[in-house]
């Protein structure tokens, strides 16, 4: 695990849209295509954009969220419009964008299909975290949530679970944690003093059941890299 402090948001974004693209194009460097996992939510929208205006084949690059909100893809809350719009008119529009539909019945499973299906290990799996210590929709307290949180799984398991938030929309889909760590780079975007202070309570002995990020920073399958500004 390694951290990276930054001054401001802006300094964190231009560094980890810098470091994202790299791995991309070191995997593109050896194969026909490379994935990218990315977050929605209000905190990554300058990384995004800062990462849609890197030079790299983006028409080679398949791109999925961490977790998804179980909306319409054109509801305001989506996740998946929130990286569509942060992409639009950059060079990453060219990019693979995989497609949704959260609010259908078999969303899970037919997700799940399509992450399965995706060119792995993944170049880069860039997550948020909430003050309660949730990553991804992966929410203390959650039905299923141990599972989830498993660092490894057998081949049956399934890449994508039901979530359950503690505000709206509750109706969640996440990749699970397993899943998150077949990547070359894993990088948690934090900013802001509050979450800095959840870092360090995680960092305290206690149940990743409390607060699942403790089993993001336990796990040793894939080095994490932490970047955070205040």
């Not at 509750?170 to 397993?178: E, G, Q």
């Not at 760590?181 to 002995?205: E, F, I």
């Amino acid at each position: 695990m390694r951290h990276h402090s930054f001054s401001d948001g802006d300094s964190l974004a231009r560094t980890l849209a810098a470091d994202v693209a790299n791995s991309l194009i070191r995997r593109l460097a050896e194969h026909d295509a490379a994935s990218l996992v990315v977050s929605g939510g209000r905190t990554p929208g300058p990384f995004l954009r800062e990462l849609g205006r890197q030079a790299l084949d983006w028409h080679r690059v398949r791109v999925t969220l961490a977790d998804e909100r179980c909306v319409p893809a054109s509801d305001a809350a989506s996740n998946l419009r929130i990286v569509r719009e942060a992409f639009a008119g950059t060079a990453a529009a060219a990019a693979q964008l995989v497609e949704l539909d959260a609010t259908a019945t078999d969303a899970a499973a037919s997700w799940g299909a399509t992450v399965s299906a995706l060119p792995r290990p993944f170049a880069a799996v860039v997550l948020g975290m909430g003050d309660d210590g949730h990553f991804a929709s992966l929410f203390p307290g959650m039905p299923g949530l141990a599972d989830a949180l498993a660092a490894t799984a057998p081949a049956t398991a399934p890449a994508v679970v039901h979530g359950t938030a503690p505000v709206e929309p509750v109706a969640r889909l996440s990749l699970t944690l397993a899943t998150l760590l077949d990547t070359d780079l894993l990088a948690l975007h934090v900013t802001g003093a509050s979450k800095l202070l959840t870092l360090q309570r995680a960092s305290q002995p206690g149940s990743a059941l409390e607060m699942p990020v403790r089993a993001l920073l336990a796990q040793r399958r894939s080095k994490l890299e932490i970047y955070h500004a205040p």
